[in-house]
């Protein structure tokens, strides 16, 4: 096995990213991610990348939207004021059909918020954000390993499907130091024969754009892309079932919760209540199948988030409403501990929801 | 099977989280698993740091601390926040040249170090962490003192080569430290 080491996980994406070929960042400096930034303006000018801090945060995703279109490998991170900026970008990025892999280490808010770690950007995240109808592929990671495993696995995705990965962290995730190693990456290229990489007068010219003025003709797109997201739902969904066997009742959480929700699970276990944990790895594709067989199962379900409530929604969706789905829930950078949540599982034991 | 949560509190500027960094990278070293999580944001600036370190045979879940086996206070403020956090049993690590208190509770053993005293008179006032770092090594086996230079040695940049030499001395004074 490789040498473990430590690392920050912000500094785990940007290494990560380097691994699978990425060359081109662009960013614009926001706590708490800015190590991204940081490791990036290090490491990029040695092997020949490009690291450019942005005047703006919607200049350097409008910088990723050239160099994709371009064929190149590029990303861009910040927090979540610093997405809703981006989100003009990634609804262009969507409507070009090109790749792209964007990280958003929240925080709370809305607006300014806080610098404390959260997940209020889950809606903006998995239901688009920008403008027009589009999905990107949103991927949660919960330790410092899979903030690298993940980035990894988001320029595949981005590149195989010729649109955004999302990496959704928080800030907690992105500040903490964990073990981890990197395994021998294995990149998959993909030929890009729609990048704009000059015809030398050998082949038409190509032309990544989002504007179709004929209704007609944009419709098609929409519905195009509607079928390459059917396709990914039903390929590409991951999550993590814990303690799922005999549960009767089950946690939901994704990213930095899900870690607090295990050490609740495993203290109600010792209390001999019957409970497991689903973690979604992907937020879009939502694992639903995971929840269809969970939900024929348990009696209940209980949806631990760092924000007001946003998951649950899709927790209902996906379980199509058959079982009663509590909240379990802090907001604004705060972080429910692990009794809060065990609270919810007794609860939950007695019937209160 | 055992975990260990640490707690370290004090003022920004004392390396709290650089002794949490030092503790984590010798749980790795003895091949543990461990987390490091730095509070982040105007601590850095001044004003209160804190770093939950945790140790343990197992993964370990959530990288927050409610209830620390070991507290290290570096600060009043940092000392009255979490003393009733501690788990019974737990220890307590009190930096005693900059808080002049006792501590009540009969539950949790207190160890009361003058570090940055300590740290003053042997010129080598910025390492009062390390101090303290150094006797709580001696308290735990799962860490040992063991192979802490070759830890200094990877923490260190290789510009600052002298603070390896100074860093190990302050870790020698906390381990010797007798009441």
Known sequence: MAERILMKGNEAIAEAAIRAGCRHYFGYPITPQTEIAAYMAKKMPKIGGVFLQAESEIASINMVYGASAAGMRVMTSSSSPGISLKTEGLSYIAGSDIPALVVNVQRGGPGLGGIQPSQSDYFQATKGGGHGDYRMIVLAPASVQEMASLTIKGFDLADKYRMTSMILADGTIGQMMEPISFEDVEINSYEKPWALTGTECKRKHNVVNSLYLKPEELEKKNFERFEKYAEIEKNEAMWEEYMMDDAEICVVAFGIASRVAKNAVVAARNEGIKVGLIRPITLWPFPTAAFEAAAEKVNSFISVELSMGQMIDDVKLATKCKKPVSLCNRAGGMIPSPDEILESIRNAKKGVL | ?179
């Open chain 2, 1 to 179: 099977m055992k975990t260990t949560q640490i707690l370290i509190a004090g003022f920004g500027g004392q390396g709290i989280l650089f002794s949490g960094k030092f503790l984590a990278y010798k749980g790795l070293v003895e091949e543990l698993q461990v987390s490091w999580l730095p509070s982040y944001g105007p601590e850095m600036r001044g004003g209160t740091a804190n770093c939950n370190v945790i140790l343990s045979d197992d993964p370990v879940g959530s990288p927050i601390i409610t209830t620390p086996d070991v507290l290290i206070a570096m600060n009043l403020p940092s000392l009255q926040k979490y003393v009733d956090s501690v788990a019974p049993g737990g220890q307590i690590y009190i930096d005693s040249s900059l808080i002049d208190l006792k501590i009540e509770r009969t539950d949790v053993e207190v160890f009361y170090i003058p570090a940055t005293q300590m740290a003053k008179e042997e010129g080598i006032a910025t390492l009062a962490n390390m101090i303290i770092v150094g006797h709580l090594l001696e308290n735990h086996p799962e860490l040992s003192f063991d192979g802490a230079e070759a830890v200094v040695e990877s923490l260190v940049p290789a510009k600052k080569a002298a603070l390896k030499e100074l860093n190990m001395k302050a870790l020698s004074l906390g381990k010797n430290y007798k009441k």
